[in-house]
């Protein structure tokens, strides 16, 4: 896919961070875009900023990890605009602590979000982008953290990990099928974003600073991080990516030696080591 001028992108996630970003960029390319996300007032937010860029945008509330509401989000789209062009199942949520402290509720809130997020968005979507035969690109968005395993952020990393796989997972079966659906996934190191906030979402009663003080340990370290030097998320090198149809994008200097030092690892049969993200 190497046009984007009149087309349509759907973006989860979009009322901050990266998602937010891609919209922004979304509507410079001069596309129609959807935003979703489950902040009611930071969405609405969002969608008066990307028609104020001259986009034809429309704002639907949902929370990706409920089915009902990516199904809606895809009859919206297609309803309102008649096509989808570019889906980025961006929505993400950060869980740190310790594999065996956390609870069933920790960890079926980030599995529900990064991952079945991310499959309730494929299967929405990918069967009407198809039909309309027609090329088309799918930006997955895991993280470097779904490709580098680090300590104290088991079930944020294991949901990225499975974000990833799952995203090779469509492009094989894509590609098997000979469909003119390109895709991405999107490896963000550390980028100026809110998500060592997201508990401010979670549909349940967050644990207590007591009760999960590793998460909340290694939540303040990423917000402290993030803010000081995480990447600007406006960049247009997803919109770059897609051109090229790249399938890893990654936003870091680091990726080579990262990637390069686990699978090294890999191959001498030994533990990965851990990494720093920039």
Not at 176 to 205: F, H, K, M
Not at 241 to 270: K, N
Request: net charge negative; charged share 20%.
């Amino acid at each position: 896919m190497d046009r984007f001028d009149g087309r349509v992108a759907v973006v989860t996630g979009a009322a901050s961070g990266i998602g937010l970003g891609l919209a922004r960029h979304a509507a410079r390319e001069g596309m129609r875009v959807v935003l979703a996300d489950v902040e009611g007032p930071a969405l609405e937010a969002a969608v008066a900023e990307v028609a104020g860029l001259g986009a034809a945008a429309i704002g639907i509330r949902a929370d990706v990890s409920r089915e009902p509401d990516v199904r809606g989000l895809a009859d919206a789209a297609y309803e309102r605009f008649g096509a989808v062009h570019l889906l980025c199942n961006n929505a993400g949520v950060f869980q740190a602590g310790v594999v065996w402290q956390r609870t069933q509720a920790d960890w079926d809130w980030v599995m529900g979000v990064n991952v079945w997020g991310i499959l309730h968005g494929i299967r929405a979507f990918v069967p009407r982008m198809l039909e309309q035969d027609a090329d088309a690109h799918i930006v997955n968005t895991a993280s470097m953290a779904g490709l580098i395993s680090v300590a104290y952020s088991g079930p944020y990393v294991v949901s990225k990990f499975a974000a990833a796989a799952l995203t090779e997972c469509l492009a094989h079966d894509l590609r098997a099928q000979g469909a003119s659906i390109g895709v991405s996934c999107l490896v963000p190191g550390l980028v100026d974003t809110r998500i060592a906030d997201s508990t401010r979402n979670r549909p349940d009663e967050p644990p207590s600073e007591v009760t999960a003080a590793d998460h909340y340990f290694v939540a303040q370290v990423l917000k402290e991080q993030t803010s000081s030097g995480g990447r600007h998320p406006d960049e247009a090198i997803v919109f770059d990516a897609v051109r090229a149809r790249q399938f890893w994008i990654p936003t870091t200097d680091g990726y080579e030696p990262l990637v390069r030092a686990r699978y090294d690892a890999l191959l001498a049969r030994s533990m990965p080591p851990t990494a720093q993200f920039d």
